[in-house]
Structures are given as C-alpha cells and as structure tokens.
C-alpha cells in the first residue's frame, strides 16, 4: 500500500534522538530552546514555544488571548476538529465561516458578510482562526485586514504549512496574525512525532503561552507576586497544563528541520508532477493562489462519485484518505445546532474530495501507479 503521507527519518534524525537519550535531559533541558530557535529562523517570528501537539499549541493561544465564557472563537468547517475544539476548551462558542470554492480555503468575502451580521448582532467573534488547508496560507492580507477593522484577534492554523510562503515571506511570521500555529505529527511536513509550536512577536502573549504550557507555575523574578524564599522557590500564577515537549522530540525536530526547504521543494516537485500526469483526466487539481508558495501537506482532488473511485483506490494498493469531513457535520457539533447544509461550499468540496499519496519520499514510480490506478478508477 502506498500511504496518503509518511514521515522521512534520517539516520541523523535517529543519531539525534539517541544522543540525547544517553544525556542528562530528557525533558526542559536544551533541545526545546534548540528547536524553538530553528523554527523563529525558519519563520522570521520574535518568539516560538514548543508543545506537545498543535492542539495543545492551539490551546493555549486560545487562553493567551483570554478566550472564555461568553466569547465566540470562528474558524472553518474544512479542517480537522482540534482547530474548532480549542473554543469549546475554553468554554467558548464556536461558529464557522466557509471557504473559497476555488482553493478551500477561508473565504474573504464570506468572512466579511458574516463579520457585517455579528456586528449588528452584537456577537462579533474574539478570535477567529483561518487554516492553510493543504499546505496553502489563507489569504492573510485580507484576513488580517477585516480582523483590525472589527478587533478580531487571529490565530493561523499553520498546521499544514511549516516552509510554506505567502506574499514572498514565510507562514509563521505572524504579519497578519498574533499567533501562528504548527503541528509536527508524522504526516505533517517536518515531524517530532507528536508535537506542536506556536510562534507570536507579541511578548505578552508568549510570557502566557509559557505559563499556560507548564501548570502556570513560574520562577520569573518579574512573574512572581510574592518575595521568592530562596532559590527552590516557584508560585503558581495560573491554571496551566502539562504541555511540554520532551527533548527526544525536540532533538528530532531540529534535525528535521536542517532538511525542511528540501522536504517542500521536493513536495513542490511532485505536485507539480501531479498537475501534468492528471491534467486529461476527469477531476479537479488544486488550485494555487498567486500570493501562496504551498507547503503541499496534501493534494486534493476533486472527482465525481467519490465512494466508488475512493474504494477502487484502496481495494489497488492505494491509500487515499479524505480531508476534510466539515467540522459542523460532527455529532458532537450538530447537537450544539449545526448541520448540513449550513456552509454549502466546504460540503460541495468535502463529498468530491480525496487526498492522494503525497510526501517527500514519495517515488516517481509510486507517483506514476497512484495516476494509472486514479485513471482506471475514473474511465473504466
Ligand atoms: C494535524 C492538525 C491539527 C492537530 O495537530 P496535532 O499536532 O495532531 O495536535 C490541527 N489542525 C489541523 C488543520 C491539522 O491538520
């Protein structure tokens, strides 16, 4: 079976984790900070801190921004359900905007119509979260603009996207955001096995996500509210979590990351092989936006009668996945009021759509029978 995505291990990946397994720290010592580095290099973003998964990393900028009771978070139905689960953690609403038909992405102009009601309403959202589905940045210009203008603050769900580029500069660099959002799950472009990290340039809301990612317990002279008592001394300032990433992960991370521009660029490569080898065939490619250089966490396509060209994928060695059933479809969310029919475009999009194999290993040959078994699904 060829896999919809995997990871890529390099012997210095696994010389990386072994040292430090033969070293004194397994967890907070020097790694994290190394990889929190690698990342504010890669992204151009004044602070990174490190997490145990994106959920968690959307957790707690959730909580930095004070999100809570009585507050809506908005995001999109085409994602995975930690991008709209992090509301409900803080005991907020949840509602969605939909995408762009085009690139499946959040839509600007949708956006705006819903911001225009909200406002009239008076239940503008707190925070909302747009998502670089697939690997492609939403289009943060847009976005950011409209979140100023109604004292919307941003969170990118970058999750897909570590080495994509938008407007010429990197996803991460929080131009258009307060906080941006990475997941490092094995299937993602870079991998520390489960892990995630949130970049910011706001110090504040860094300090926060620090606390809020280690039980809120803090040795920070400037933090602290009582006179320390001596060098043992901590306070808890907070309710936080146990979020932390462990030095194996970071150590994994970082070696990764020295190979990210060749991971993206080879994912470039492929997709663009993609766009040629499918370009007679019956379905849909995903669509490039000018501004976006993708990531290509996944290539989406579009084909009529889904079920049975999925099936036949699978039943001949191919292993398609599908990417995004809508959030609000969930039973979870449909008994909080929602249900189909509610966002049209991210629905149309999801009964058409199948991931197809893409990752940095992927091997012309295996590119080359993932397009012969597509054709035979889609003419025979
Ligand atoms: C993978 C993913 C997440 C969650 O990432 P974890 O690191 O597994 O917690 C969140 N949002 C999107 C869009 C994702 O693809």
Redesign the pocket.
């Known amino acids: 079976m060829i896999p919809y995505g995997r990871q890529d291990i390099s012997d210095d990946d696994i010389a990386a984790v072994e040292a430090v397994l033969r070293s004194d720290f397994l967890t907070q010592g020097p790694a994290v900070p190394r990889f929190e580095a690698a990342i504010m290099a890669e992204t151009g973003a004044g602070y990174a801190l490190a997490v145990n998964?994106?959920?968690?990393?959307?957790h707690i900028a959730c909580m930095a921004l004070d999100l809570g009771p009585g507050d809506w978070l908005w995001t999109v139905p085409n994602?995975?359900v930690?991008?709209s689960n992090c509301g409900i953690y803080c005991g907020a609403e949840v509602d969605f905007v939909d995408i762009d038909p085009a690139t499946y992405v959040m839509c600007p102009k949708a956006l705006e119509a819903k911001l225009v009601q909200a406002e009239a309403a008076g239940k503008l959202p707190k925070v909302l979260i747009p998502?670089h589905?697939a690997g492609q940045s939403a289009d943060m210009a847009a976005i950011g603009a409209l979140a100023r203008r109604y004292g919307v603050r941003v969170i990118e769900?970058a999750?897909?996207a570590i080495g994509a580029r938008y407007q010429g500069a990197p996803v991460g660099n929080c131009a258009h955001s307060d906080i941006c959002?990475f997941?490092?799950?094995p299937?993602?472009i870079v991998t520390t096995a489960?892990?995630?990290v949130a970049t910011t340039n706001d110090a504040g809301l860094a300090q926060r996500m620090d606390l809020h990612r280690s039980h809120g317990v803090t040795r920070d002279p400037a933090l602290l509210q009582g006179e320390s008592a001596g060098g043992w001394y901590y306070e808890q300032v907070a309710l936080g979590y146990n979020y932390r990433m462990t030095e194996m992960q970071a150590a994994l991370g970082v070696s990764q990351m020295t190979r990210l521009t060749q991971f993206v660029a080879r994912r470039n490569a492929l997709a663009a092989r993609y766009d040629d080898l499918l370009a007679g065939l019956p379905l849909t490619r995903p669509a490039q936006h000018p501004d976006s250089y993708s990531a290509y966490?996944l290539y989406p396509v579009q084909v009529e009668d889904r079920a049975r060209v999925f099936a036949y994928l699978r039943e001949n060695g191919i292993g398609v996945n599908v990417?995004y059933i809508p959030v609000h479809t969930q039973p979870f969310y449909r008994a909080r009021g929602f249900d189909w029919g509610d966002f049209p475009a991210s629905e149309g999009y999801y009964n058409r759509a199948i991931s197809i194999p893409l990752y940095a290993g992927l091997t012309e040959a295996d590119q080359d029978r993932v397009v012969a078994v597509l054709a035979e699904a889609l003419n025979g």
């Open positions: 998964s994106a959920t968690s990393a959307l994602t995975f930690a991008s998502v589905f769900d999750s897909h959002v997941s490092f799950h299937v993602k489960e892990g995630g966490h990417h």
